[in-house]
């Protein structure tokens, strides 16, 4: 009975590891596509939150460019942009300097737009031999995803063959529902809970890159790496977060129920 169920447990971790890779491999695990784009993304929650003083003074320097774009000012401006740990071209910021005179946009606008235009498109991943593997595997199991669904079809077969028992079958799957459930809303609540309760706040970074001195202040770290995490959560995952929740809450109460009506049948049979 022991090693059964240590068996049903270590199933059931495997088929949590497998879907919880199978949800996030498109977003969270696709390094690729996360690295696409991470400069321009990155730089805006940075500027989002921020502080609003910082805000209207980093936008303040962009416009400063505006005013000298046919003078020496834009020239120096251009230089200190490049100061920092990312290089930002200024190149394009004529017609955008446009729009934000004539009101088109606004300041989070305005910055969002530069960044867009100032950051590549395209920034490769560093060469490394450990990363260089690992985006070769995750390459290959996000063009062959019949993989996973292979190996979790195995997987539930095992667990029920381990079972052995249709109702007992139904509650680990209830189970390992829960735990999914879990796995994906409890990181979500808990960066949510701390930016309600501590906020996240990218002031000190955002003055830093400005300055071309990158300056690592703990909390703003932090505070970049819980919005890098929260921007893994789609609609979809927070959406199949809440149907694995609610199906494994229905099985607790479900197992509950027969548990409860299994000791008052073994007391029915006592008292005869």
């Not at 609003?52 to 416009?63: I, Y």
């Not at 070769?136 to 028992?165: H, Q, T």
Request: proline share 3%; with cysteine; net charge positive.
């Amino acid at each position: 009975m022991a090693f059964k169920n240590f068996s049903i447990s270590i199933t059931k971790s495997l088929i949590v590891l497998v879907l919880a890779t199978l949800i996030f491999s498109t977003v969270a695990l696709d390094l690729p596509a996360l690295f696409k784009g991470f400069f321009r993304d990155i730089f805006r929650d940075i500027f989002q939150y921020s502080s609003p003083e910082m805000q209207k003074e980093v936008v303040g320097k962009l416009t400063a460019a505006c005013s000298g774009l046919d003078e020496k000012g834009f020239n120096a401006l251009q230089q200190e942009m490049t100061k920092g740990p990312v290089a930002l071209d200024l190149s394009k910021i004529g017609g955008l300097c446009k729009d934000y005179s004539s009101g088109k946009v606004n300041d989070k606008e305005f910055f969002f737009s530069v960044i867009g235009s100032a950051v590549p498109d395209k920034l490769e991943l560093p060469k490394a031999g450990a990363l260089e593997k690992y985006n070769s595997l995750m390459d290959f199991l996000n063009r062959n995803k019949g993989v996973y669904f292979a190996v979790l079809a195995a997987l539930f077969i095992l667990l029920y063959l381990l079972a052995r028992n249709f109702k007992l079958f139904i509650i680990t799957l209830t189970g390992i529902s829960f735990s999914m459930g879990i796995l994906i809303l409890l990181p979500y609540a808990a960066i949510t809970a701390y930016d309600k309760f501590v906020g996240i706040d990218t002031t000190p970074l955002l003055a830093s890159i400005l300055g071309g001195n990158l300056h690592f202040d703990p909390k703003a770290i932090i505070s970049v790496i819980l919005l890098l995490i929260l921007r893994t959560y789609s609609s979809l995952i927070i959406a199949l977060g809440v149907i694995f929740l609610s199906i494994g809450v229905a099985g607790k109460v479900y197992s509950w129920r027969l548990r409860r009506q299994s000791k008052k049948a073994e007391a029915k049979s006592d008292k005869k």
